[in-house]
């Protein structure tokens, strides 16, 4: 779980890395169509990574559900 966290923290500042990377180059570039497209990608890339890390959250969480379940019924197994 605290692995999962730890991916969790630096996808969320890698994600937020891009989203100032994206706003310096836009402020920077003279060509305000480079800029909209540099702004655009940094935001899709900041999107696909927040979607990815929180798919490995659901994954992860679904794990855990069914390791509980699995220790459970082996539990009321060994008692019967």
């Known amino acids: 779980m605290v692995l ?3 991916k969790l923290v630096f996808g969320s500042l890698a994600a937020t890395a891009a989203i100032i990377i994206a706003v310096v180059n836009a402020i920077s570039v ?3 169509a480079i800029a909209l ?5 940094s935001m899709a890339l900041a999107t696909l ?3 990815v890390f929180q798919h490995l959250k659901l994954m992860h969480e679904r ?3 069914q390791e ?4 459970r019924r082996e ?3 060994k008692r019967h």
């Open 75 to 77: 539990e009321a197994f």
């Open 49 to 51: 990574l927040f979607l």
């Open 63 to 65: 794990l855990l559900t």
């Open 68 to 71: 509980n379940e699995l220790d």
């Open 4 to 6: 999962l966290t730890k």
């Open 37 to 41: 497209l540099t702004l655009a990608a």
């Open 30 to 32: 003279r060509s305000g």
